[in-house]
């Protein structure tokens, strides 16, 4: 938990926060369309992962039509590749696989499930910074901006793709 202090007309009142990672729209309110925010709570998931299946292949489409109408050289598509890892790795650690408490079994525990996310992570990062750097040191000084902006584009929308995957969704049985 997490004290905050407010100070109002000369009192100062204390409140306790709790602080814990919250989903993509868990902060909607109910008063506009009530019938509405209740449909798209039942169908969170299946909404969630749909986005992010669309994303990614829009992005790897980016790539596919540049490889074909452009000159884009395939060491440059290895970007990608390290993003989609990126994206499997991270997706693949659940939230619960983090608690200390909750997680006990495999090889190295919720250490090991941390360290998997970070690296995971860090692939995802790397593709996406490599690929801007590559739009533009090769592509850009070049004028060949389509082939250097398609693949920043793919991995951009596979780390947004990633992102909405793992935060999106919820663990609730329902």
Avoid at 80 to 94: D, K, P
Avoid at 117 to 140: C, K, P
Wanted: charged share 15%.
């Amino acid at each position: 938990k997490w004290r905050s202090r407010v100070r109002a007309d000369s009192t100062t009142q204390t409140s306790d926060v709790t602080m814990s990672a919250k989903g993509c729209f868990d902060d909607c309110t109910t008063d506009c369309c009530p019938d509405t925010y209740d449909k798209f709570r039942e169908n969170r998931n299946k909404i969630s992962s749909a986005l992010a299946g669309a994303l990614f292949a829009i992005g790897w489409w980016f790539m596919i039509d540049a490889s074909v109408a452009h000159e884009i050289e395939g060491k440059h598509q290895l970007c990608g590749v390290s993003s989609t890892i990126g994206l499997i790795m991270f997706n693949s650690i659940s939230s619960s696989m983090m608690d200390n408490n909750m997680y006990t079994d495999g090889v190295c525990g919720p250490t090991g499930a941390r360290v998997w996310l970070i690296i995971g992570l860090m692939a995802s990062f790397a593709g996406f910074i490599a690929a801007t750097w590559i739009m533009a040191q090769v592509y850009l000084p070049h004028h060949k901006e389509s082939g250097g902006v398609s693949l920043f584009m793919q991995n951009f929308l596979i780390l947004l793709s990633s992102f909405i995957f793992k935060f999106g969704r919820t663990n609730d049985m329902y």
